[in-house]
């Protein structure tokens, strides 16, 4: 037995806990990965950075890790609803190429600066195209369960049946009443008997290119599907860490945990970890403000928000200066000050 | 219209013809890429070296091309026939790993190796994994088409049926009649009718981990199938050019050719382009004789084989001195000699 004092902070309790894994000796973590519609930001690449670190310090206690990361490559609809164009067809429809080719385009950019910030590979990248026929079963499953509903070749997850024997909210904090008041009812949407509800899978509209055939309709998974079908595959029905940026927190890992209870009455996960968000000169980063810095325009100094170049290791040694459920505000000041500590470290080279 | 006189030998004609592309100044391009259950050897590099060379010059002469090489992660068993452990199975139960660990492992290998060697990544790199849908989809066509026949789960291509209205054979040059006598008869090969038909989709037995649910069986598709689902699902019923090592002529490309035209009624393809073989001091490069070496094993010079490292630019540039279509010797000698006239070039650095 590894004899380790490791604390992780658990959202699910929204405690610290001692990490103790369900089988002795390893440990299965599913962390969240990109949507390839575009460049990496700095905001994902401080959560794979702190999942990296998470990796290589399990490893280094001597568990064996099986570290799954996806790649989501299909059914993520514009603004995380039920409704809108795929991302990913969106962006092929705007630069007039196939979508794979957006997910080539986008996946080797996510691959290169990972690499440059040294990450490790996850020990499997399961991509969402890759799990289709696995995702089609656990919507059959997840209907045979009565937790779903078929509507027009769409299938929705029933929230409040599922609410009925389960907690939905359970990770996010969120209370059944507060969510149905709370939610938009959108143009579209209105197949669903509940407006919380989600898709586990959407009929295709005409004008929608991925697409694949089912028993309800040529449609796509839900965005939430996925990560259950990749991570109950490759780490069972219930593993260790699961992983992510807290934006995921609600709905997604909330849906998450709903579709893996429907189906195997039990918890999927053990402990849940968030990273938290990245902030600019203290201001949230958004393409559409303006306060923004892409990786590889930080490393190359070709940008607006700083007057000098910073490398991979002075923005990865910065990272991990703080704990990964805070918040963290970069600066050009932040970052002359971390080049010159790392500068004592290793003799001058960064 | 690109006005070029650029001149391809095409295997399917045995000839030089002038490369007319199907849609003006556009050219779809199919390359069989690696099954990754093991290191990339220096024989695939010449492979892909060749057609990133193709790829390059027909971008040079301003075509839009939609180059799509593949992953195979699936359904490719021991010497490429229709029965035996799958690949990739098979060095997950020796390595005690899970098979999409292999999977990662050697896609990994693949593009670093690639990236050294100057390669530019394809436009899109589909895997067998990824469309599953899709093959299931093309055995249903073949057999309403009635050029296939289940037996026990699996379902077959039909190649003398295939024969009375088409040309089986057309590309290697095999007559049908000496294929009959030929082709061995091997155990668990008797649900076939002929030992000659070929399997599209694959009944699992029990400890075949790496399975799917179908129409038919819980089961995987043929080796041969998944390239004709990835061709034209990206690159239409009919595109300009498919690459691939010379020992992929047949059966697999012969396949390719059947189960398309069994489908679609014409021929898939314009040009067939083939790389042939790479040779170790005069001898075929085998792992079983020990007369083989690893890419990154000539890169650092830790090799039995070569006195000095060679670096990839070396080998690069080696390559491309003679027409991928004969048979390349490798030695010491020549690269000692290359290496001499690349340092010609760039004032030393190499």
Redesign the interface.
Known sequence: MIDSSLVVFNSLSGKKETFTPLVDGHVGMYVCGPTVYNNIHLGNCRTFISFDLIYRYLKHLGYKV?YVRNITDAGHLENDEDVGEDRISKKARLEK??P??V??LYT?DF?RILEKFNNL???????A?????EQI?LVKDILNQGYAYEVNGSVYFDVLKFNESNSYGILSGRKIEDLIHNTRTLDGQSDKKNPQDFALWKKAEPQHIMR??SPWSDGFPGWHLECTAMSTK?LGDSFDIHGGGMDLKFPHHECEIAQAEAINKKSPVKYWLHANMLTLNGKKMAKSTGNNILPMDMFTGKNEMFKKPYSPEVFRFFMLQAHYTSILDISEDAFKCFRKRLLSFDGGRK
Chains 1, 2 share one sequence.
């Open positions: 099986r190429i196939e794979m080719e997910v080539q080797l691959h590979p996850p020990g499997i990248e399961p991509t195209t890759g799990h289709m026929i079963e694949w055939p490759y």
